[in-house]
């Protein structure tokens, strides 16, 4: 197996293309998961909200908890979380937990240093472990109906046909919450072109795989 790469201005160019594509093509999902982030947000904030007002404690600013819901938007796009493929349940658990309590820190942090923290504190805690757990349930939710909808997913090219490749194949299909699907494979021996790779068609070679991919 190996890595796909440019060597020349023309197939640079068909790379951007193929990269312009894939992030158009999984636009819908992220924005999907976007909205169930805010949802979940606007939902932790409205029970908070409720709670301090039912216990007479202070409440929430919701001009700068809108503010900091964007920052926690942000951190996670950069993590990679819209859409996340590619990524284990393990892994997207620990991006989120670890990425909305960094956000519950700094807004404390910032809290403390305007000294609003007491008056504060309490709210916060509560609303970003609303969140935390929130998120989490709609994130899965959503996930659950676009894959359902076979809307959730994206389908990959395999470079190379020998060992590693067929045991990459067999790993991705065992680990479906991946969500990639190999779909085709290609290899610069002639003499595997029009066979099966673990189920996988091996349809050309490796040029073939830079200058006319089938998949984005």
Known sequence: ?????SSSPGLGVSVD???RALR????PQSLSLVLGDLLSA???LQLTSLFLGATGRPA????????????WILWRAYQGLYPGYGRSPQTELRLHTVGTVQLLGAQLAAAFAVHQLAPSALGLVLQWGLILVLALLIRYGLRSLLIRGGQYGRSISVIGAGQTAALTIAHLRSKPAYRLNPVVAYDDNPALHGTLLEGVPIVGTL???LNAPRTA
């Open 17 to 19: 293309r193929s990269t």
């Open 1 to 5: 197996m190996g890595l796909r790469s």
């Open 42 to 44: 606007a939902l932790a």
């Open 24 to 27: 158009l093509s999984e636009l």
């Open 60 to 71: 929430l600013n919701w001009s700068d908890s809108l503010i900091w819901v964007g920052f």
């Open 207 to 209: 040029d073939d795989a």
